[in-house]
Each structure stands twice: as structure tokens, then as C-alpha cells.
């Protein structure tokens, strides 16, 4: 009996301990080295496809027989298109490498050395993992400050190659009602650091009767000031909003900001696709514009919460990839890769599918932005813990 009491204990003496999620420099360390190199290799090669792939696709329009563009141009322009394209590839490149990694060690028996220790499959990644969320923040950044100044910088390059006016036909005749709805603009030639050119401002009452309007050659907005009007001809009308008065002339008019409060920036942003706007900046509409059609709500409402998901793409890959890789340690690992590929690709249609149904607003935005992410982060926890 004693005996047997005593194996009992050297049994229990001798299974590893549970290892928590305490810093495991060696460890951690040899994984993030580890991962970093394929995920590098990976991340370079994706781009030199995609840059390839551009430049057969849009250098013959910079090379057309009445295009203007210089050597320095055309690498400005496919520059411009990179941001665009990694976020794209940062998915995709942090699942493969981390399928490679993971497979890696389990041909070498690592993860099953690492586990007899007493660590866990979800620690083994910890390093994977931080990287992983580190990605996302990089790719929300590129999202929200990169990607939509880029792309527009970079179509504006590509027609102005031929048609050096492009540049400034490009915001011409700009229209804005206020978010009040108290005040139309319309631009003949906006600049949004500059002087505007010819320019009507057509002012209404709280009964959306027409109060007055004003046509100016130039208008400027003095910061904090308000706005200057030059060579302005001011038109009153009737408390019906029908019959104008006699327009009343002045070389310069000035209008407080507590008067006229539109700014450059926010008429600029109101005539944006809500695809080419941070997610700040829709919410602000969405806050401040409170008789929004609903059709145009459902479109902000759905692009900003698809915003807020897309980024954690790359941290569902990392979810995808340990689990498929340590499942398939021994064998198999071709087939656990085209499966979480297959998973990535099934997200980003279902993704692209419900952002759809919610700007059309059959789907509530929240879900449609959200739902699909948050059901393959489920997913991937899901197979964590069944490995």
C-alpha cells in the first residue's frame, strides 16, 4: 500500500506544471525569430507581385503618345499604390507564416516538447500573437491615414499625366448643404487650402423659406474668424423666400464663424465616398448631420464598422494558423494551409457580402460591419481550445 502511495506521488511529482502567461524570454524569443523571417519574405514577395502586377496594368498610361509624365512621376504614382496593396497582403502573409512557423516545429517534435512542458498551445504563440496584434494596429493606421490619401493622390497623377487640367477639374462645380440644412453652397472651383472661385451661398430660414444669398467671385476662410467674400453681390428676399430684393454690392463681406460655422475641411469631407474618409470623420457626420436620409446613414453606418473589423483580419489569421498547424504537426500540413486559406478567403466574401446588404439596409450596420469577424475569432478560439 505504501508502495503504491509513493508512485502515485512520483506520477504527480513528475507531470509538468500548467505554465501561465509569465514572460518566457528564451522561448519567446526563438518563436518571434522564427516567425519574423518567413513572415519578412513573405510580406516582400506579395509586394514585388502586386508592383509588378500595377505596372503591367497602368504603365502603358503613362506612356501614351500625349501623357506628360516624368520618370519621377510614374515611381511617385505606383509608390502611392502600396499602401493600398499591403493592407491587402498583411492577412495573408501573417496566416502563411505562421502555418510555416508552427509546421516547422511540429516536424521537429518542438510543439509537442513545448506542450510536455506544461505550456500551453495558446502560449506556445504568445509571441505570434503580440505580432499579430501589432499587425492590426499597423493595418487600422494604413486604413485610416495611408490608404485614402493615397488612392486619391494617385488617381489624381494618373489623369493629370494627360490632362494636366485634371488637378483642377477635379473639384469643380463641388455642391454642399449644411448639416442644418440652412445653407447651400456651390462651388464653381473649390480649393480646400485656398481661395474658393466663384462661389453662391444661398441662406435659408428655420421654415426653409430662402432668407438671402450671395455670389462671390472669391471666398477664403479666415481660421477662427469666418469667411471673406470678395467682389460680392448680396441679394435679399421676401419672408416668403420668393421675391428677391435689390442685390446690395461690396468689394469684401465678412460672415462670423458663428454664422456661417461650414469649414473647407468638413465640405470637403461631406462630398467624399464615405470609403475615402476616416472613421473619425464618419462618426462626426453621423453625430452632427441628425436629418440624414436613412439609405445614406446605412451606407456611413456600415462602411465605419467595417472599418472598425477589418484590420483584425490579421489577428483571426494568427487564430486560424496555430491551431490548423499544431493539429496537423505530423502530417498533412499542405491541406491545413489551403484550408485556412480557404477560411481567410470565405471571410473576406462574407465580409464583402454584409457590408453590401448593410448599405442597401437589409442588414442592421452594426452586424453587417461586425458579425462576420467576430464569428471567425469565435472560430479560431474554438479550434484553439479543441487543440
Same mark, same amino acid.
Given at each position: 500500500?505504501?508502495?503504491?502511495?509513493?508512485?502515485?506521488?512520483?506520477?504527480?511529482d513528475?507531470?509538468?506544471?500548467?505554465?501561465?502567461?509569465?514572460?518566457?524570454?528564451?522561448?519567446?524569443?526563438?518563436?518571434?525569430?522564427?516567425?519574423?523571417?518567413p513572415?519578412?519574405?513573405?510580406?516582400?514577395?506579395?509586394?514585388?507581385?502586386?508592383?509588378?502586377?500595377?505596372?503591367?496594368?497602368?504603365?502603358?498610361?503613362?506612356?501614351?503618345?500625349?501623357?506628360?509624365?516624368?520618370?519621377?512621376?510614374?515611381?511617385?504614382?505606383?509608390?502611392?499604390?502600396?499602401?493600398?496593396?499591403?493592407?491587402?497582403?498583411?492577412?495573408?502573409?501573417?496566416?502563411?507564416?505562421?502555418?510555416?512557423?508552427?509546421?516547422?516545429?511540429?516536424?521537429?517534435?518542438?510543439?509537442?516538447?513545448m506542450?510536455?512542458?506544461?505550456?500551453?498551445?495558446?502560449?506556445?504563440?504568445?509571441?505570434?500573437?503580440?505580432?499579430?496584434?501589432?499587425?492590426?494596429?499597423?493595418?487600422?493606421?494604413?486604413?485610416?491615414?495611408?490608404?485614402? #490619401?493615397?488612392?486619391?493622390?494617385?488617381?489624381i497623377?494618373?489623369?493629370?499625366?494627360?490632362?494636366?487640367?485634371?488637378?483642377y477639374?477635379?473639384?469643380?462645380?463641388?455642391?454642399?448643404?449644411?448639416? #442644418?440644412?440652412?445653407?447651400?453652397?456651390?462651388?464653381?472651383?473649390?480649393?480646400?487650402?485656398?481661395?474658393?472661385?466663384?462661389?453662391?451661398?444661398?441662406?435659408?430660414?428655420?421654415?426653409?423659406?430662402? #432668407?438671402?444669398?450671395?455670389?462671390?467671385?472669391?471666398?477664403?476662410?479666415?481660421?477662427?474668424?469666418?469667411?471673406?467674400?470678395?467682389?460680392?453681390?448680396l441679394?435679399?428676399?421676401?419672408?416668403?423666400?420668393?421675391?428677391?430684393?435689390?442685390?446690395?454690392?461690396?468689394?469684401?463681406?465678412?460672415?462670423?464663424?458663428?454664422?456661417?460655422?461650414?469649414?473647407?475641411?468638413?465640405?470637403?469631407?461631406?462630398?467624399?465616398?464615405?470609403?475615402?474618409?476616416?472613421?473619425?470623420?464618419?462618426?462626426?457626420?453621423?453625430?452632427?448631420?441628425?436629418?440624414?436620409?436613412?439609405?445614406?446613414?446605412?451606407?456611413?453606418?456600415?462602411?465605419?464598422? @467595417?472599418?472598425?473589423?477589418?484590420?483584425?483580419?490579421?489577428?483571426?489569421?494568427?487564430?486560424?494558423?496555430?491551431?490548423?498547424?499544431?493539429?496537423?504537426?505530423?502530417?498533412?500540413?499542405?491541406?491545413?494551409?489551403i484550408?485556412?486559406?480557404?477560411?481567410?478567403?470565405?471571410?473576406?466574401?462574407? @465580409?464583402?457580402?454584409?457590408v453590401?446588404?448593410?448599405?442597401?439596409?437589409?442588414?442592421?450596420?452594426?452586424?453587417?460591419?461586425?458579425?462576420?469577424?467576430?464569428?471567425?475569432?469565435?472560430?479560431?478560439?474554438?479550434?484553439?481550445?479543441?487543440?
Amino acid at each position: 500500500m505504501a508502495s503504491s502511495k509513493n508512485s502515485s506521488k512520483d506520477f504527480k511529482d513528475n507531470v509538468p506544471r500548467r505554465t501561465g502567461w509569465g514572460i518566457l524570454p528564451t522561448l519567446d524569443g526563438y518563436v518571434l525569430r522564427e516567425f519574423m523571417i518567413p513572415l519578412s519574405v513573405l510580406i516582400m514577395g506579395f509586394v514585388l507581385l502586386f508592383v509588378i502586377g500595377d505596372i503591367f496594368n497602368d504603365l502603358k498610361d503613362f506612356l501614351e503618345k500625349d501623357s506628360t509624365a516624368t520618370v519621377q512621376t510614374m515611381l511617385r504614382y505606383f509608390l502611392l499604390l502600396m499602401p493600398g496593396n499591403i493592407r491587402f497582403i498583411l492577412p495573408i502573409s501573417v496566416l502563411l507564416a505562421c502555418m510555416y512557423t508552427m509546421a516547422n516545429f511540429g516536424r521537429h517534435a518542438e510543439v509537442t516538447a513545448m506542450r510536455a512542458s506544461g505550456i500551453s498551445l495558446l502560449r506556445c504563440g504568445g509571441s505570434i500573437y503580440m505580432v499579430g496584434l501589432i499587425i492590426t494596429g499597423i493595418n487600422f493606421w494604413f486604413n485610416e491615414r495611408l490608404v485614402p #490619401d493615397c488612392e486619391r493622390e494617385s488617381v489624381i497623377l494618373k489623369k493629370t499625366a494627360t490632362n494636366p487640367d485634371f488637378k483642377y477639374e477635379y473639384l469643380n462645380m463641388l455642391t454642399y448643404r449644411s448639416n #442644418d440644412k440652412q445653407r447651400t453652397w456651390l462651388f464653381k472651383c473649390f480649393d480646400v487650402d485656398g481661395v474658393q472661385k466663384e462661389v453662391i451661398l444661398k441662406k435659408y430660414r428655420a421654415d426653409n423659406t430662402l #432668407d438671402w444669398d450671395i455670389q462671390a467671385k472669391e471666398a477664403k476662410f479666415i481660421p477662427g474668424k469666418g469667411w471673406e467674400f470678395y467682389n460680392v453681390a448680396l441679394t435679399p428676399y421676401d419672408k416668403r423666400g420668393f421675391m428677391p430684393g435689390s442685390p446690395q454690392k461690396f468689394d469684401v463681406l465678412k460672415k462670423s464663424i458663428e454664422e456661417i460655422p461650414d469649414v473647407p475641411y468638413e465640405i470637403m469631407n461631406a462630398v467624399k465616398a464615405p470609403e475615402d474618409l476616416p472613421s473619425w470623420v464618419i462618426w462626426g457626420i453621423l453625430n452632427k448631420t441628425k436629418n440624414m436620409a436613412q439609405n445614406c446613414k446605412n451606407v456611413y453606418s456600415t462602411v465605419f464598422y @467595417s472599418r472598425m473589423a477589418f484590420p483584425w483580419a490579421c489577428f483571426l489569421a494568427v487564430f486560424l494558423g496555430i491551431p490548423l498547424a499544431a493539429r496537423n504537426e505530423r502530417g498533412g500540413i499542405f491541406k491545413a494551409i489551403i484550408l485556412a486559406v480557404a477560411v481567410i478567403i470565405t471571410y473576406q466574401l462574407v @465580409s464583402h457580402i454584409f457590408v453590401i446588404l448593410g448599405k442597401q439596409g437589409y442588414l442592421n450596420s452594426m452586424l453587417a460591419g461586425l458579425a462576420p469577424t467576430f464569428a471567425f475569432i469565435i472560430y479560431g478560439w474554438y479550434n484553439i481550445r479543441k487543440a
